[in-house]
């Protein structure tokens, strides 16, 4: 179970990965189109799509993140059980 936690930690240190979740946790569902679109507008980040899907993948390593296919899109959505998991034995 440490090893999940790890995976989840590591997935969190990174900067621009936090952005990406908090992105995320303000809309259902975003493409990478959108969710792109956004980074460099409120945050003012460029960052290319590439690295960005770098950046999804461990974060749905990690458990953080699911996408699926909608048509000929990709669809990301930021999957909260994880980090309800992880900090349930703190919290409570």
Do not use: C
Not at 29 to 57: C, F, G, V
């Amino acid at each position: 179970m440490n090893t999940d936690k790890d995976i989840i930690f590591k997935a969190l240190a990174d900067s621009t990965r936090r952005l990406i979740l908090d992105e995320l946790s303000d809309r259902d569902e975003m493409t990478l189109y959108e969710l792109n679109a956004r980074l460099i507008m409120n945050h003012e980040l460029s960052i290319s799509r590439q690295a960005i899907t770098k950046h999804l993948n461990a974060l749905e390593d990690a458990g953080l993140v699911i996408s699926k296919r909608k048509g000929k899109y990709r669809v990301v959505i930021f999957n909260k059980d994880p980090l309800k998991d992880l900090l349930k034995g703190w919290i409570e």
